[in-house]
């Protein structure tokens, strides 16, 4: 599926959904119908029961991801379908994209989007990260330029000040992600590139990925937990 840099920082903003909203929202973008942003048919208790949560705590979890516009809900002959903000999150071709905009009267998001992978997005639900690693994580994959990895990151001041977060909790979050195989760093540099891992999300073409994860595997010690 195809992510928007944009909406993905906006979401990655502390405050802006609770861990469960985040949750919610990642568990969904891996039930995405194929040329869509639609996730159809939608049952709460079975969404709740996936992913080992409350009812109410999924319910709650829904309304605030319709209350932020990240998604609207629909009901049509006893089926209730969820679609995402297409302006956010397409799986898809960028024709289907287009079209799908069009039909909705939705001004085209900005022609750059960075590619996540549904198994390993799988994964990182299931490993149950604190909300504050998940934003950052989020924040990365928004900053990929070419392949899988981001420009040097600057300041963590001011890298953490961009999505309202602490430098303590930025850094902790990259000591974090870095152990369980999301992202590498050189020399455990808080201010230099960061490359997350490419099973995970990449911005390119498929060989040039194909490129990527063989050089995750060789340059991260026993190739990265999630590579």
Do not use: C
Not at 1 to 19: C, D, F, I, N, Q
Not at 90 to 118: C, Q
């Amino acid at each position: 599926m195809r992510v928007y840099p944009h909406r993905l920082t906006e979401l990655a903003r502390t405050g802006v959904l609770s861990p469960a909203a985040l949750e919610l929202l990642l568990h969904l973008m891996t039930r995405i119908k194929p040329n869509s942003a639609t996730v159809s048919p939608w049952i709460s208790a079975t969404t709740a029961a996936e992913l080992g949560r409350h009812p109410d705590t999924v319910s709650a979890a829904t309304t605030e991801l319709r209350t932020t516009h990240v998604l609207t809900k629909d009901s049509r002959h006893g089926t209730t379908s969820l679609r995402l903000d297409p302006t956010l999150v397409y799986r898809g071709d960028s024709s289907e994209h287009r079209d799908t905009l069009r039909a909705a009267h939705i001004a085209p998001p900005p022609n750059r989007w960075v590619k996540m992978f549904t198994p390993s997005l799988r994964q990182l639900i299931a490993d149950d990260l604190a909300g504050s690693r998940i934003r950052v994580l989020l924040r990365l994959i928004a900053l990929i330029d070419t392949g899988s990895t981001t420009p040097p990151l600057g300041s963590p001041s001011a890298a953490a000040a961009y999505i309202d977060m602490s430098r303590a909790a930025w850094s902790g979050a990259l000591h974090s992600l870095e152990q369980a195989g999301y992202i590498h760093r050189k020399a455990d540099s808080n201010t230099g590139p960061v490359t997350v891992n490419p099973a995970l999300a990449f911005r390119g073409r498929p060989a040039e990925r194909k490129d990527a994860r063989n050089a995750w595997n060789r340059s991260v010690p026993d190739g990265g937990r999630r590579a």
